[in-house]
């Protein structure tokens, strides 16, 4: 059986695919949005019905105009509001009335205005969910749709056909991109308008556009986000099967105060962001122009495997350039090999570079410039390369395009051609768009089209990563760093003293260096002789987060008259600078200092969208001068620290130098796991520094720790404080079939594609006939994206997997999508042919059942065709009520109170 919706996302489809549109509030007084929208949708010759509504007309641009929606009496698929803000809840229940289920709410004066828009935007909202109307906007530029002809929007520009979705939350973005973008003939799919997204927000836009055929490739532009986990969710869904790109504004604080006024949402850490996108396979553009060029080079299929580029050239100049935009962008110009040298020699003038840039000179012809670039294609360093060439006397621009259309098509690795000039290089260009060879007018746009390509290979392979808590089986461990945290909670403290900070370390088994309290000079001498000369003295006081900014350190003390100058001339010191603190006495540790340490920084930041957010980088004293840190949203795994520690200038810090042997890269990674460890098991988290963190060739030692906590609402569900879910290891569960063939329950992961393409394909049309009603010739990639790459929270798919002398294989699928209201999902379950009637089904369903008990959700239900008597059995015998569906006698619905 299967849910009542096709696919994900389509829930909100009649918002982008409606037959009919009614205009409320459609106007003839010019410069009116409902002039506007009524002009549009007429010119752009919408291919199904338009019925305007406005009381105040009867015609309105040459067409019979409706008092109110009702009036109609025709079925209407999406209703356009373009009315005043404050009749808006009163329009759209008259929109509820009229049986309509979507709509798209074009008028301002909401969240953005303050107090009072937030009150009508509530009312909006209560209105809608009472009706079940979907809507987009408020305070949105509107839909078009250029293959159904569909223009609803109040923009003078009409996007031309094409396979690029672009969604935005400013209109004005838009209609300027729209503008820009058709006299260089680049189309559009789809052009959506989010506005404020009190409703339907990124997240069901991009389900919606994983599915919908005309989408090959998306733009974003973002301001600000409200729902991140369901943003990650979606984003990393949909850049599994297609190229996304993002562009968002608010990167400097300016820029995050305009975009928050601008659309009420939250706008987080532009770090944190850039972070959230490399996790979810995304491109990011940070300029208008590489926004276009990014889309249109993957949207073409160009890809790349690495990041190192060959340059070739006929003028040294313009070969320079780019070597120098590839350096600002952090590529790497490819370090040709001997023979590719060797070879060079032989095909090119003496007079040649001799080196990366290739320049051929001025006078190549055709046959020598097709030998470099061939040459340097065959290289294993090389990943990529950029042709280049620049008008000459002698040069032969349309002869050296073909030969290098030629070699493009031939070879698997892409060729990016940048034919400087413009009218001589005009017939080229278009040869290279012909043959699908990316072209571009700089050498800069060229490498930035490059780094678009190589930033999406490399952004894949983090999206490919889940990585599972490990602390399951530690749990005590867990429970004892929870009571230190609700111990300080019940006393009001928020701050964690250096003891409770470190004991939080050790739960974890993060390596700690022992800390003492001495409330005396007397008790911190004697405590000193008992650790062994030298030791550390630090400031003991729950108003002192930082001790160094109040000369609270003091380190090296080598004998007990040291350690009593050090309390006296410290807390003259604190006293003076910080008079109102209250000291407890001084902490007390050995010195730890080995000859090969490394200091550094692990810590924890909590970002107002993203929540939690792992860091590293270089510590000690000077941290926020050096200013080196990397950081990722956990969960973590080692291909995901390893690539976090390289992006740090720590990480050349690590290796042997000046006699002192390489750092234990294995026990840094180890520490930043079992951070990320904590951060996913201890939702109360709130900061977390380990500073100095000391790393040698033996291993890691925590010295020092600040941990802030915070209270969390009560209920919370597990892992709701994160914008990525951890892989739920815990519903993993073993057995055996009656016959002693091992099998394994558990939640479906993104590896697992091809296993569940195997097992959908193997299907019988009969068994996929009663799981999809109707037959499903072969699982297409943006279903099995979608079936493998799932938000844990709000959805499960529960596999079953035998183990064969061959090899693990899916036999059956039980999965859940919750529905918007949060309270309630629809279920989907199907076994293979071959393994029906073996109690496959009522494990994977209970289990379903139990998980979404678990999780507090209200009610399951689903559609399963009538002649389905297996599955109705089934629900039977689990508790699920059945009902013939009164608008199909075929289907039964079923549901289940939870």
Same mark, same amino acid.
């Given at each position: 059986?299967?849910?009542?919706?096709?696919?994900?996302?389509?829930?909100?489809?009649?918002?982008?695919?409606?037959?009919? #549109?009614?205009?409320?509030?459609?106007?003839?007084?010019?410069?009116?949005?409902?002039?506007?929208?009524? $002009?549009?949708?007429?010119?752009?010759?919408?291919?199904?019905?338009?019925?305007?509504?406005?009381?105040?007309?009867?015609?309105?641009?040459?067409?019979?105009?409706?008092?109110?929606?009702?009036?109609?009496?025709?079925?209407?698929?999406?209703?356009?509001?373009?009315?005043?803000?404050?009749?808006?809840?009163?329009?759209?229940?008259?929109?509820?009335?009229?049986?309509?289920?979507?709509?798209?709410?074009?008028?301002?004066?909401?969240?953005?205005?303050?107090?009072?828009?937030?009150? +009508?935007?509530?009312?909006?909202?209560?209105?809608? $969910?009472?009706?079940?109307?979907?809507?987009?906007?408020?305070?949105?530029?509107?839909?078009?749709?250029?293959?159904?002809?569909?223009?609803?929007?109040? /923009?003078?520009?009409?996007?031309?056909?094409?396979?690029?979705?672009? #969604?935005?939350?400013?209109?004005?973005?838009?209609?300027?991109?729209?503008?820009?973008?058709?006299?260089?003939?680049?189309?559009?799919?789809?052009?959506?308008?989010?506005?404020?997204?009190?409703?339907?927000?990124?997240?069901?836009?991009?389900?919606?556009?994983?599915?919908?055929?005309?989408?090959?490739?998306?733009?974003?532009?973002?301001?600000?986000?409200?729902?991140?986990? &369901?943003?990650?969710?979606?984003?990393?869904?949909?850049?599994?099967?297609?190229?996304?790109?993002?562009?968002?504004?608010? =990167?400097? /604080?300016?820029? /995050?105060?305009?975009?928050?006024?601008?659309?009420?949402?939250?706008?987080?850490?532009?770090?944190?962001?850039?972070?959230?996108?490399?996790?979810?396979?995304?491109?990011?553009?940070?300029?208008?122009?590489?926004?276009?060029?990014?889309?249109?080079?993957?949207?073409?299929?160009?890809?790349?495997?690495? =990041?190192?580029?060959?340059? #070739?050239?006929?003028?040294?100049?313009?070969?320079?350039?780019?070597?120098?935009?590839?350096?600002?962008?952090?590529?790497?110009?490819?370090?040709?090999?001997?023979?590719?040298?060797?070879?060079?020699?032989?095909?090119?003038?003496?007079?040649?570079?001799?080196?990366?840039?290739?320049?051929?000179?001025?006078?190549?012809?055709?046959?020598?410039?097709?030998?470099?670039?061939?040459?340097?294609?065959?290289?294993?360093?090389?990943?990529?390369? +950029?042709?280049?060439?620049?008008?000459?006397?002698?040069?032969?621009?349309?002869?050296?395009?073909?030969?290098?259309?030629?070699?493009?098509?031939?070879? $698997?690795?892409?060729?990016?051609?940048?034919?400087?000039?413009?009218?001589?290089?005009?017939? %080229?260009? %278009?040869?290279?768009?012909?043959?699908?060879?990316?072209?571009?007018?700089?050498?800069?746009?060229? #490498?930035?089209?490059?780094?678009?390509?190589?930033?999406?290979?490399?952004?894949?392979?983090?999206? *490919?990563?889940?990585?599972?808590?490990?602390?399951?089986?530690?749990?005590?461990?867990?429970?004892?760093?929870?009571?230190?945290?609700?111990?300080?909670?019940?006393?009001?403290?928020?701050?964690?003293?250096?003891?409770?900070?470190?004991?939080?370390?050790?739960?974890?088994?993060?390596?700690?260096?022992?800390?003492?309290?001495?409330?005396?000079?007397?008790?911190?001498?004697? +405590?000193?002789?008992?650790?062994?000369?030298?030791?550390?003295?630090?400031?003991?006081?729950?108003?002192?987060?930082?001790?160094? @900014?109040? @000369?609270?350190?003091?380190?090296?003390?080598?004998?007990?008259?040291?350690?009593?100058?050090?309390?006296?001339?410290?807390?003259?010191?604190?006293?003076? %600078?910080?008079?109102?603190?209250? *000291?407890?006495?001084?902490?007390?540790?050995?010195?730890?200092?080995?000859?090969?340490?490394?200091?550094?920084?692990?810590?924890?930041?909590? @970002?107002?969208?993203?929540?939690?957010? !792992?860091? !590293?980088?270089?510590?000690?004293?000077?941290?926020?001068?050096?200013?080196?840190?990397?950081?990722?949203?956990?969960?973590?795994?080692?291909?995901?620290?390893?690539?976090?520690?390289?992006?740090?200038?720590?990480?050349?810090?690590?290796?042997?130098?000046?006699?002192?042997?390489?750092?234990?890269?294995?026990?840094?990674?180890?520490?930043?796991?079992?951070?990320?460890?904590?951060?996913?098991?201890?939702?109360?988290?709130?900061?977390?520094?380990?500073?100095?963190?000391?790393?040698?060739?033996?291993?890691?030692?925590?010295?020092?720790?600040?941990?802030?906590?915070?209270?969390?609402?009560?209920?919370?569900?597990?892992?709701?404080?994160?914008?990525?879910?951890?892989?739920?290891?815990?519903?993993?569960?073993?057995?055996?079939?009656?016959?002693?063939?091992?099998?394994?329950?558990?939640?479906?992961?993104?590896?697992?594609?091809?296993?569940?393409?195997?097992?959908?394909?193997?299907?019988?049309?009969?068994?996929?006939?009663?799981?999809?009603?109707?037959?499903?010739?072969?699982?297409?990639?943006?279903?099995?994206?979608?079936?493998?790459?799932?938000?844990?929270?709000?959805?499960?798919?529960?596999?079953?997997?035998?183990?064969?002398?061959?090899?693990?294989?899916?036999?059956?699928?039980?999965?859940?999508?919750?529905?918007?209201?949060?309270? /309630?999902?629809?279920?989907?379950?199907?076994?293979?042919?071959?393994?029906?009637?073996?109690?496959?089904?009522?494990?994977?369903?209970?289990?379903?059942?139990?998980?979404?008990?678990?999780?507090?959700?209200?009610?399951?239900?689903?559609?399963?065709?009538?002649?389905?008597?297996?599955?109705?059995?089934?629900?039977?015998?689990?508790?699920? &009520?059945?009902?013939?569906?009164?608008?199909?006698? @075929?289907?039964?619905?079923?549901?289940?109170?939870?």
């Amino acid at each position: 059986m299967k849910p009542r919706t096709q696919g994900f996302g389509l829930e909100i489809g009649k918002l982008f695919e409606p037959q009919s #549109v009614a205009l409320i509030g459609a106007s003839e007084r010019e410069g009116s949005p409902g002039t506007a929208v009524l $002009r549009n949708l007429l010119r752009a010759r919408f291919k199904g019905r338009i019925y305007p509504v406005n009381p105040n007309y009867d015609k309105v641009q040459r067409r019979r105009c409706f008092a109110r929606v009702g009036d109609v009496g025709k079925e209407i698929d999406l209703a356009v509001i373009a009315t005043p803000a404050k009749v808006v809840p009163d329009v759209l229940d008259e929109c509820g009335q009229a049986g309509i289920e979507a709509a798209i709410i074009i008028s301002a004066g909401f969240r953005e205005v303050g107090k009072s828009g937030q009150t +009508l935007e509530k009312a909006t909202l209560r209105v809608a $969910r009472r009706h079940g109307i979907r809507f987009l906007g408020p305070n949105c530029l509107g839909v078009q749709r250029p293959d159904l002809g569909l223009n609803a929007t109040f /923009s003078h520009c009409m996007a031309k056909p094409g396979r690029i979705a672009l #969604v935005s939350q400013s209109g004005a973005l838009c209609t300027a991109i729209l503008d820009w973008a058709r006299p260089r003939g680049i189309g559009f799919s789809c052009v959506i308008s989010s506005g404020i997204a009190a409703d339907a927000d990124f997240g069901e836009i991009l389900d919606y556009l994983v599915v919908d055929p005309q989408t090959q490739a998306i733009m974003l532009y973002v301001e600000g986000l409200q729902n991140a986990r &369901r943003f990650m969710s979606a984003l990393r869904a949909a850049s599994r099967v297609k190229p996304v790109i993002v562009m968002k504004s608010g =990167r400097h /604080s300016q820029g /995050s105060k305009a975009a928050a006024s601008h659309t009420g949402a939250l706008v987080g850490s532009d770090e944190v962001f850039e972070s959230a996108i490399r996790r979810a396979g995304v491109v990011r553009a940070r300029r208008y122009a590489q926004f276009f060029a990014a889309a249109s080079t993957l949207h073409s299929g160009v890809r790349t495997q690495g =990041r190192k580029l060959a340059i #070739v050239t006929n003028g040294g100049g313009p070969g320079v350039i780019a070597a120098d935009a590839l350096a600002d962008l952090g590529l790497d110009l490819a370090t040709l090999g001997n023979d590719t040298r060797a070879r060079l020699d032989k095909q090119l003038p003496a007079a040649w570079s001799g080196n990366n840039p290739v320049d051929v000179l001025g006078d190549a012809d055709p046959e020598r410039y097709a030998a470099a670039l061939e040459t340097c294609l065959a290289d294993e360093a090389v990943d990529a390369a +950029l042709a280049i060439l620049v008008p000459q006397s002698i040069s032969d621009p349309a002869g050296v395009a073909a030969r290098v259309a030629d070699i493009a098509e031939k070879s $698997r690795k892409p060729v990016f051609t940048c034919w400087m000039g413009e009218k001589t290089m005009a017939s %080229s260009r %278009s040869l290279f768009r012909e043959r699908r060879v990316p072209t571009y007018m700089t050498p800069e746009a060229a #490498v930035e089209a490059f780094a678009a390509a190589a930033a999406y290979n490399a952004n894949q392979k983090l999206l *490919l990563q889940v990585p599972e808590p490990l602390s399951r089986r530690d749990k005590p461990s867990v429970e004892d760093a929870r009571l230190i945290i609700e111990t300080a909670l019940d006393e009001k403290r928020t701050l964690l003293d250096v003891v409770e900070s470190k004991a939080l370390l050790a739960a974890f088994d993060i390596p700690i260096l022992p800390s003492a309290p001495a409330r005396d000079p007397a008790d911190a001498v004697a +405590l000193a002789q008992e650790m062994g000369f030298p030791v550390a003295m630090k400031i003991r006081s729950p108003d002192i987060s930082h001790k160094t @900014d109040v @000369d609270g350190v003091r380190l090296g003390l080598s004998s007990g008259h040291d350690v009593r100058t050090a309390w006296r001339e410290m807390h003259e010191a604190v006293g003076t %600078s910080r008079p109102e603190a209250r *000291l407890q006495g001084i902490m007390l540790e050995r010195m730890w200092q080995p000859p090969a340490g490394r200091e550094l920084m692990v810590g924890v930041i909590n @970002d107002a969208v993203f929540g939690p957010v !792992v860091s !590293v980088g270089l510590g000690g004293t000077m941290v926020q001068v050096i200013g080196d840190r990397s950081i990722a949203l956990p969960p973590l795994n080692r291909f995901l620290v390893r690539r976090m520690i390289a992006r740090t200038r720590a990480a050349s810090y690590l290796e042997a130098f000046r006699g002192k042997p390489a750092a234990s890269m294995e026990a840094l990674e180890d520490v930043i796991l079992k951070v990320s460890e904590m951060v996913c098991e201890l939702p109360w988290l709130q900061e977390m520094d380990i500073n100095p963190l000391i790393v040698d060739e033996n291993g890691a030692m925590a010295v020092d720790a600040r941990i802030a906590v915070r209270r969390i609402s009560a209920g919370a569900r597990e892992y709701s404080h994160m914008a990525i879910h951890p892989y739920p290891s815990n519903l993993v569960e073993e057995d055996e079939l009656s016959d002693g063939l091992r099998w394994t329950l558990r939640p479906i992961r993104p590896e697992d594609a091809v296993m569940e393409r195997e097992f959908v394909n193997g299907l019988s049309e009969r068994s996929r006939y009663l799981r999809f009603m109707y037959v499903l010739p072969a699982i297409t990639p943006e279903m099995l994206s979608r079936f493998t790459q799932i938000d844990y929270d709000r959805e499960m798919a529960l596999i079953a997997v035998v183990h064969e002398d061959a090899g693990d294989r899916q036999v059956g699928v039980a999965r859940y999508v919750t529905y918007p209201d949060g309270r /309630s999902c629809e279920f989907a379950i199907v076994v293979g042919d071959d393994w029906q009637r073996r109690g496959i089904a009522t494990r994977l369903l209970q289990k379903l059942i139990d998980i979404a008990r678990e999780r507090r959700l209200e009610r399951m239900d689903g559609i399963v065709l009538r002649e389905n008597r297996n599955m109705q059995a089934l629900a039977e015998r689990l508790g699920f &009520r059945q009902e013939v569906s009164r608008e199909d006698p @075929d289907l039964v619905a079923l549901t289940l109170e939870l």
